[in-house]
């Protein structure tokens, strides 16, 4: 079966208990933590740091850390936050004057780079790109706020990057962020999704085990019906 990932984004997760949180969700079976940093200009809200990073990877968290940048700029906190653990950095292309460079830099420092596209960012700010990414993470909301509902067109935006990165040959990511919860990561997953970034459908639920095992068990359904 297709490894799809589920990356829990501690956005929603209880941050007066930040450590125990992450690991009870690894615990259930999340892949790999996804860490949403916004910085009150780029996005209309004010998140976490590389100092959370830090504590986390201090707490013997010992997991891949996909940070994304919701900042403008961004060039000057990509040494940061490789230093303090991340494993993934995701930038968005507007929020750099040399988007190339960026993704440059993020190799330097020996992390795997990604390119968010807000849900009207064009696609073809791939096209001369696609040799330096990791991972293209498409937002299915606008960036800021958790808890928001899935903008339903991303679904065609999702298969036209599917088709992209098949026929470029290259190993990426194809990951999606916004809204997802169980009664809709199937049509997200047909789509062509790699990868699904969920918050609050995990974090707000009564037991993260059983929310993982059916967000699984859905996408198993979804694969077994497009092998068979």
Not at 9 to 33: C, H, N, P, R
């Amino acid at each position: 079966m297709k490894k799809f990932l589920i990356l829990p984004s501690i956005l929603s997760a209880d941050f007066s208990k930040l450590g125990e949180e992450i690991t009870k969700v690894l615990q259930a079976g999340g892949d790999i933590i996804h860490f949403d940093v916004m910085d009150n200009h780029y996005v209309p809200n004010l998140t976490i740091g590389p100092m959370v990073l830090k504590s986390i990877k201090d707490y013997n968290i010992n997991v891949q850390i996909d940070v994304h940048l919701m900042t403008s700029p961004v060039d000057n906190l990509i040494p940061i936050f490789a230093d303090n653990g991340a494993n993934f950095i995701t930038f968005h292309p507007e929020s750099t004057n040399h988007v190339d460079r960026t993704l440059a830099l993020i190799k330097h420092y020996g992390c795997k780079a990604g390119l968010a596209l807000n849900p009207s960012t064009p696609l073809n700010i791939l096209d001369y790109v696609m040799d330096k990414l990791d991972v293209i993470l498409l937002m299915s909301v606008n960036p800021g706020f958790s808890c928001q509902l899935f903008i339903p067109s991303i679904l065609e935006k999702i298969k036209k990057v599917r088709k992209r990165i098949d026929n470029s040959m290259y190993n990426i990511l194809l990951e999606v962020d916004g809204g997802i919860k169980i009664s809709n990561i199937g049509s997200i997953a047909i789509a062509g999704a790699d990868a699904f970034v969920i918050g609050s459908e995990i974090f707000k639920s009564i037991s993260y085990y059983k929310t993982i095992k059916k967000i699984r068990n859905k996408l198993r359904e979804i694969h077994d019906l497009h092998i068979h």
